[in-house]
């Protein structure tokens, strides 16, 4: 019965759509609303980085997780979907590292599954059920 369970592809393809998924919502968002780069810019260039790094983002949560929604260059999309979240962890959450939430648990919690998602892509890489061109 639990023989059934052991299923690694489906478990890929489900880490891949769960993080590619809920993370290209967030670069969505930042297309639909352009402004919202002109914030990380504005991150960027109070710790004296180039301000046109901000559209780095859009690799990192468009390109990225498109990339591993379909399960191409799966192990490069993940490490351009952690690097993109350590990035935003430096800029945006550095000051939350070490709290905890009003309920308990870690406040960047959303921030370190996406971290911690994409680094399981980058190293389990995208299984059988992916894209493969001829």
Do not use: C
């Not at 350590?86 to 870690?106: I, K, N």
Request: proline share 3%; no cysteine.
């Amino acid at each position: 019965m639990l023989k059934a369970l052991h299923n690694e592809a489906l478990g890929k393809l489900i880490l891949r759509l769960s993080v590619g998924g809920l993370m290209l919502l967030h670069g969505i968002a930042k297309l639909m609303n352009p402004d919202s780069l002109n914030g990380i810019s504005q991150m960027l260039a109070a710790h004296g980085l180039p301000t046109v790094l901000a559209y780095g983002v859009l690799i990192g949560e468009v390109l990225a997780p498109l990339m591993a929604i379909i399960g191409w260059q799966t192990r490069i999309a993940g490490l351009l979907m952690a690097g993109n979240m350590v990035v935003a962890l430096f800029l945006a959450h550095s000051d939350e590292l070490f709290l905890r939430s009003a309920t308990g648990g870690w406040a960047l919690e959303l921030q370190g599954l996406f971290l911690f998602g994409a680094i399981a892509i980058m190293f389990l890489g995208s299984g059988r059920m992916a894209y493969r061109p001829d």
